[in-house]
């Protein structure tokens, strides 16, 4: 298990307990659970000047899944981990849809208008929905953490190559084969330049090494723009022939070669929109910021040998990773994004036409649809204890998704809340945890 948020009477963060601790303090009724995910204890008395030490949150942004760990910079420690999947996919799927019906209704309704462009405007910064969803995900759940344990930094990875580290002309023979930082950011760039393909002969799939088209030995740079992917034996046969003598047969290839040798790989900087949007507006939260880049992170995820998994790339972000990271029994918490809800005041069919009576109020019986509930039944045929996200009917009868299956009409006197629906839906993995140590 992961370490356990605790905070005081006054809802004042502390420092993480280990889990022992935190059952500890439960059993001797100093405490009680605050919240089950992140599982959060609140103590019943008040802590005067408590000794915090602060933690550094680190992120590393994806499309579809972000890894968040908490890493205390001091004692090098990983104190908690998640993997947050959002639903981007599910956003713009959905709204394809409600283009779809408003545009088949308005055809049916009223009379042809010639179809209009350009006539909607933008404030500077507007994200599409589905990438606004993933930026609000992240900043949701560092506003959570910020309450639960004492944040005193955030990193964050922002671009996929670090630019500046490419233009160092620096660097030396070794280090492009899997040496330095530097050699790392410049073979991984000059790879996806070239497509991970051989530039001589278009093989793929093979262990592709970095040529120079202007030979080292005739004092050409180091420079990305001389740098070329290469398979081995064309590597060999090209040896220290210059780009024009070894081409001479093939002009098209040289000159295509030469050409997109000179241009750089658009969008190194900027990877994409979602992440700087997400770095503006970390840096209103009063913290902090410190930014990696992907080449730094992959750098420190394979020297300090880790797995690939969006949390331990998490763990590596930034420069102020520590040498040595202390990973005990860390379980990554999977989050999911659920969403709140639907607005479409009722269903659909697939020719726009109102399937089902007018929504009903959102909450029935002090339980609302997406809230963890326990239900215990004494007698009848669906005796038993079922736990599980809840979907209530006005009826006062519930249907209850447990792990096994749904369970259906479970009248709402069986159940108990656990957890309010907050958007999220929460499980641990553990095949994504690290194995314990030998
Ligand atoms: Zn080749």
């Known amino acids: 298990m992961s370490k356990v948020f605790v905070i005081d009477t006054n809802k004042q963060p502390l420092n993480p307990l280990h889990p022992g601790r935190a059952r500890l303090l439960l059993k001797q ?39 968040i760990a908490l890493v ?12 947050l999947m959002h639903r981007g996919e599910q956003i713009k799927r959905d709204m394809d849809k ?11 309704k009223t009379r042809y208008r010639k179809p209009r462009f350009n006539n909607r405007r933008k404030r500077k910064g507007t994200l599409p ?10 900043l949701t759940w560092i506003r959570r953490l910020m309450r639960l344990c004492p944040l005193g930094a955030i990193s964050q ?5 670090d630019t500046q580290a490419l233009e160092r002309p620096d660097i030396e023979g070794v280090q492009y084969q899997l040496g330095t930082l530097a050699g790392y950011e410049v073979r991984a760039y000059v790879l996806l330049k070239w497509n991970h393909q051989c530039a001589y002969c278009d093989a793929r799939q093979v262990p592709l090494e970095l040529d120079h088209l202007h030979p080292r030995s005739k004092l050409g740079s180091n420079r990305v723009s001389n740098l070329v992917a290469a398979c081995k034996p064309c590597n060999q046969r090209k040896g220290n022939q210059d780009i024009r003598e070894f081409l001479k047969e093939q002009p098209q290839r040289l000159a295509r070669i030469l050409a997109q040798a000179k241009t750089p790989l658009r969008d190194a900087a900027a990877v994409n929109a979602t992440r700087w949007a997400l770095y503006e507006r970390l840096k209103e939260l009063g913290l902090p910021v410190e930014c990696g880049s992907g080449g730094l992170t992959k750098f ?6 880790l797995p690939k998994t969006h949390w331990c790339d998490a763990v590596c972000v930034g420069r102020s990773t520590p040498e040595h990271l202390v990973i005990v029994n860390v379980v990554p918490l999977h989050i999911t994004a659920t969403g709140h809800g639907s ?35 004494s007698s009848g045929s669906k005796q038993g204890t079922y736990v599980g996200k809840v979907a209530v009917r006005t009826r006062g009868v519930f249907n209850i998704k447990t792990a096994q299956g749904t369970v259906t009409d479970i009248h709402y006197r069986f159940c108990t809340l656990i957890a309010r629906s907050d ?5 641990f993995r553990k095949e994504t945890a690290l194995p314990p140590a030998a």
Not at 157 to 161: A, K
Not at 347 to 357: C, I
Not at 423 to 427: E, L, Q, R, T
């Open 98 to 108: 409600r283009r779809a019906l408003r545009k088949s209704r308005r055809q049916r």
């Open 157 to 161: 990875e922002l671009v996929q190559f």
């Open 300 to 305: 420190n995820r394979i020297t300090r040998d």
């Open 129 to 138: 929905p589905s990438q606004e969803s993933r930026v609000c995900n992240v």
């Open 29 to 67: 009724g100093k405490a009680a659970v605050y919240r089950r995910y992140p599982f959060t204890l609140i103590l019943k008395c008040a802590v005067e000047q408590p000794h915090l030490e602060p933690l550094r949150v680190k992120i590393d942004p994806g499309s579809k899944t972000t890894g």
């Open 423 to 427: 958007g999220y839906s929460y499980h």
């Open 72 to 83: 205390n910079d001091g004692s090098s420690e990983v104190v908690w981990a998640a993997e």
């Open 343 to 377: 607005r479409q005041m009722c269903r659909m069919d697939e020719y726009g036409f109102p399937r089902t009576k007018p929504k009903g109020a959102r909450r029935v019986k002090g339980f609302q649809t997406g809230d963890l509930v326990r239900a215990a039944v």
